[in-house]
């Protein structure tokens, strides 16, 4: 017998409980109770967490206009892929770019309305599936010069709308064609609100995204995949992004008409340790005058002072640092000991923190996307910034001598810290933006002019 809606959001433990199993807003309760019906989309959750029948649903066919195969987790018609929630919800919708078996990540949202093909070859996005708020991915297609590496690390992307054909005179193929050649794929059609909303409100989940061959979905291995992942708390992805031997750099910000240029009469020479580091950090180093030789991840202090560097810079990159922090903070240690001016980004942000004496943490819900506010402290000033991150810097752990320069105006958590003793400083955003404002780019003029003093 079909259940009323109340009944279910009192079975589910009210309405604050309700929401967050189902991952939806209270608006969205409200909805469902005035019109007396719960969308198709929740009949999964649902039947999980309260062992009910599909004919028990409020908004269910009745019986005689079910399709054959009455299982809510059969694949819709004209679906061909799904992300699979460790909760139990499946997003159905149209696969596209490349097929995949399956691989389970965090999933993530960026509200980013510009750059996804930066967005995608971010190393930070290594161990996750972006969800893109933003509903025209695709529209500008690809090119060889709109990346931050040369692979993509993310393990898929989520988008609403179906990808069109490019419209844009630096495209050079289809954003499928391109994620197709990279072995990426990508899941369309979906109701990408309300998986955000669910993000919002219960955190980022373990999710499967699948956009098998032969058309075939085995949910319950799905979702077996995706409760089994351990997640990216403890995770040291580092190590799978950064390079493997040292390399130098020297190309410079792209700009109109002429495009990348070349750094021919550097000023300073920083080696930059590359967790997964992006290229238009590097572009922006080069620009600052310095020449630059990108070590790899794991070097320690010997090997990064052995180039005679005037600086040291610490990039972005996935996963946890404490993980990372087992072979990172003994080196950064030893920069600091020899008295080298240091900059630090995102992840190189929290590993200078950790060297300091400080702790980390897991954010709730990360900051990603290009519109984060951010306030200087010594200043007053408000920037707006660009932002990949989950994991955060505990303010209340910073020793005696490590002062707190800025902070998020989202959710109040650190965004900057500075060790005048140890001339270091850091930043949790990134100041190169690729995608983003470039409010904060003065920093690395900051980096040079700690050079120049030293």
Not at 82 to 107: I, N, S, Y
Not at 162 to 172: G, K, Q, S
Not at 276 to 287: F, H, Q, V, W
Request: charged share 20%; glycine share 12%; net charge negative.
């Amino acid at each position: 017998m079909t259940m009323t809606v109340d009944a279910i959001i009192d079975r589910l433990g009210g309405a604050a409980a309700a929401a967050r199993a189902l991952g939806v807003g209270t608006e969205a309760l409200r909805k469902w109770r005035q019109h007396g019906a719960i969308p198709a989309r929740h009949w999964p959750a649902l039947i999980a967490a309260l062992d009910l029948a599909l004919a028990d649903i409020p908004g269910a066919p009745p019986q005689e206009n079910r399709p054959t195969m009455s299982d809510p987790t059969a694949p819709p018609t004209g679906a061909s892929a799904c992300l699979v929630l460790a909760d139990g919800t499946v997003f159905w919708g149209r696969g596209f770019g490349a097929h995949a078996a399956g691989q389970p990540a965090e999933v993530c949202f960026n509200t980013g309305m510009t750059g996804y093909q930066e967005t995608l070859t971010d190393p930070s996005y290594a161990g996750q599936i972006i969800t893109f708020t933003f509903p025209h991915i695709g529209n500008v297609g690809a090119n060889a010069e709109d990346i931050e590496a040369a692979t993509i690390a993310a393990r898929g992307l989520v988008v609403k709308q179906d990808v069109t054909e490019p419209a844009n005179w630096r495209a050079a193929q289809g954003l499928e064609a391109w994620l197709r050649a990279q072995g990426v794929a990508g899941l369309a059609g979906v109701d990408t609100r309300a998986l955000t909303v669910r993000i919002r409100d219960g955190g980022p989940p373990n999710g499967v995204l699948a956009y098998p061959t032969d058309g075939r979905f085995d949910i319950p291995a799905l979702l077996a995949r995706a409760r089994e992942w351990p997640g990216l708390e403890g995770m040291d992805l580092a190590r799978e992004v950064s390079c493997t031997q040292s390399y130098a750099w020297d190309e410079t910000e792209w700009a109109w008409p002429d495009g990348y240029g070349r750094q021919t009469a550097p000023r300073h020479h920083v080696v930059a340790v590359d967790y997964g580091a992006k290229r238009n950090i590097l572009r922006s180093l080069a620009t600052a005058g310095c020449r630059v030789t990108v070590v790899p991840a794991t070097a320690t202090a010997e090997d990064i002072l052995r180039h005679r560097p005037d600086g040291v810079f610490l990039s972005n990159g996935p996963g946890d640092p404490a993980a990372t922090a087992q072979y990172a903070v003994p080196a950064i240690r030893g920069v600091l000991d020899a008295g080298m001016p240091l900059f630090g980004i995102c992840l190189g942000h929290q590993l200078l923190a950790l060297a300091l004496g400080g702790r980390t943490y897991k954010l709730a819900r990360g900051h990603r996307g290009a519109n984060q506010p951010v306030k200087d402290l010594a200043t007053g000033r408000v920037e707006i910034t660009s932002q990949n991150h989950g994991f955060a810097v505990d303010e209340a752990s910073l020793p005696e001598g490590v002062t707190v320069t800025h902070k998020s105006l989202f959710d109040g958590s650190n965004e900057g810290i500075a060790c005048p003793s140890r001339r270091a400083f850091s930043v949790q955003y990134h100041p190169e933006a690729s995608p983003g404002p470039t409010d904060a780019h003065h920093l690395f003029g900051r980096f040079v002019a700690m050079m120049d003093a030293a």
